[in-house]
């Protein structure tokens, strides 16, 4: 395993199935429980919608300071809501494909499984 400083000064390990080639749109690294950065496939398209994401919220927050129409507000609420939930599913499909495949592959995943069903549960919330 090589190990390398980010941008922003935290270390990231990559491993050696990311060298051979694993489904790119999988995570690209599982991490140790102590240590959990993880190197997200597509992460320039997951920050730019995440920004987007931010830009309706400062929206949002304009229009009610702006003491603009409720139904209208809400409508943009339940936008943003939309598109955090397509980016949660994004993220949670390349750690099933990459993470919880490796772990399951590796020592039957009991553990792995259950913090995916976890997550999943706080998301259908």
């Known amino acids: 395993m090589s190990q390398h400083d980010s941008r922003d000064g935290r270390r990231r390990v990559?491993?050696?199935h990311k060298q051979q080639g694993t489904d790119p749109a999988s995570c690209t690294q599982c991490a140790p429980p102590d240590d959990r950065i993880v190197e997200q496939p597509h992460k320039k398209a997951l920050t730019n919608r995440v920004r987007r994401i931010e830009g309706q919220v400062g929206g949002v927050l304009n229009?009610?300071?702006n003491d603009r129409y409720c139904v209208?507000?809400?409508t943009q609420i339940s936008a943003v809501k939309s598109a955090l939930d397509g980016v949660a599913?994004?993220?949670l499909s390349s750690h099933a494909k990459g993470c919880v495949r490796k772990a399951v592959q590796e020592d039957g995943g009991e553990e792995t499984m259950e913090e995916l069903l976890g997550?999943?549960?706080k998301l259908i919330r």
Do not use: G
Request: glycine share 0%.
């Open 14 to 16: 990559v491993t050696r």
């Open 63 to 65: 229009m009610i300071e």
């Open 72 to 74: 209208d507000i809400l």
């Open 89 to 91: 599913i994004q993220i």
């Open 119 to 121: 997550i999943i549960r």
